[in-house]
């Protein structure tokens, strides 16, 4: 047990589920906006509205209180949902000590501005140690006991390797990697191929289909990342293609969902008023186009998502385009 003690804002499945795992290593408090699932987190050892059933450990604290949660935390983990997460910083600014790293776990970007989360925080709280960490992580199936591995990205090695062991644990294999920008972009961009492939799967494309998606949307991920500064290697680790993965595939992504609902043609309104839970890819998507416009790369698979989130394309339209397209050399976009 570290002495570390960690504040973690965001009672989500995802936050509490990072936090089940931290309990195991280090003191914890979780700050929850939802006095419901304070309560709940407290008296039955359960979150069960993003988690359903699933027990969570007793040691896990949670609290309505950001200040309590802040105050003295050694390590800050935001499990904030992208579009929130500047207001939730700036409130903790007044309350967090200087020089606390701060770890992000969300996967989007802000859609006004197009920045990644880390550049938020170093924007809205300047000179604390910034990382990420990523991976192919479903939260219920982490829950539910099975082995998973993910990637803790930070620039300061010394930093990251004292974090490291407040994640890691016997099922839970946590990798260090210093591209904090490329493990977090992947983070982002395979959300909206993970819509693309749902969109696929709501029209019955086999599995052929769905290993073609996966694979030319990780090179235009890939493409996107590497131009804003993102290492290669990083696209085919943990962090893109182990994510790309469990999300292009898994019946639990809220990405694959949204994905297979729009295409069964049903539109992204109708889709979100159903959904509680975030869906990052359909949120960033307006900002991850405009980069890559900014840096010149081209995103077939991710405009054609586009162009259906925003009604300007229907699923059907934007799969028989992509089948329609002259393919030139493998390694060209297209
Ligand atoms: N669920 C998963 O399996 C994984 C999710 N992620 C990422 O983690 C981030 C969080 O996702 P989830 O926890 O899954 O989302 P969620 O939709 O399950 O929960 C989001 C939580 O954030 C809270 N929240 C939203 N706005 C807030 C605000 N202004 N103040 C306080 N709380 C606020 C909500 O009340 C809710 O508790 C997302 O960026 C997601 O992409 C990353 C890996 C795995
Ligand atoms: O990021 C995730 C898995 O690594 C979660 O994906 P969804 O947000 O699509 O559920």
């Avoid at 408090?29 to 050892?45: F, G, H, S, Y």
């Avoid at 983990?77 to 000590?97: T, W």
């Avoid at 729009?262 to 359909?282: D, N, P, Q, W």
Wanted: glycine letters at 10%; a neutral charge.
């Amino acid at each position: 047990m570290t002495k570390l003690k960690v504040g973690l804002l965001g009672g989500g499945s995802w936050g509490t589920t990072v936090a089940s795992l931290v309990a195991r290593n280090a003191p914890i408090t979780l700050w929850a906006r939802n006095p419901d699932t304070v309560r709940d987190i407290n008296e039955n050892q359960r979150n069960s509205k993003y988690l359903g059933d699933a027990q969570l450990p007793p040691k896990l604290r949670a609290s309505h209180d950001i200040h309590e949660t802040v105050a003295d935390a050694d390590v800050l983990v935001m499990a904030i949902p992208s579009q929130n997460f500047r207001a939730v910083l700036k409130e903790v600014k007044k309350h967090l000590r200087p020089w606390v790293p701060i770890i992000s776990l969300t996967k989007g970007l802000e859609l006004d501005t197009r920045m990644r989360m880390t550049e938020i925080i170093n924007q809205v709280l300047p000179g604390h140690p910034v990382g990420v960490l990523t991976g192919p992580n479903l939260a219920r199936e982490i829950m539910d006991g099975q082995a998973a591995a993910s990637v803790l990205a930070m620039a300061d090695k010394v930093i990251l390797s004292e974090l490291q062991k407040i994640f890691k644990s016997g099922l839970f294999r946590v990798y260090t990697n210093d591209d904090v920008l490329g493990c977090e972009i992947a983070g982002v961009l395979k959300n909206i191929i993970a819509i693309a492939v749902g969109m696929g799967d709501g029209q019955g494309a086999g599995d052929n289909t769905r290993a073609a998606l996966i694979t030319r949307g990780l090179a235009e991920i890939t493409r996107l990342g590497v131009a804003m500064g993102g290492r290669p290697e990083t696209f085919a680790g943990l962090a893109g293609m182990g994510d790309m993965i469990a999300t292009c595939t898994s019946p639990q992504s809220r990405n694959r969902h949204v994905g297979i609902e729009l295409g069964k043609g049903r539109s992204m309104e109708e889709i979100s008023a159903e959904m509680f839970m975030v869906a990052e890819g359909a949120k960033s998507a307006p900002a991850v186009m405009a980069l890559a416009r900014e840096y010149q790369v081209e995103m077939p698979i991710a405009e054609d998502v586009y162009k259906v989130i925003t009604g300007e394309s229907s699923a059907l339209r934007a799969f028989r385009g992509l089948l329609r397209v002259d393919a030139g050399a493998e390694s060209e976009p297209g």
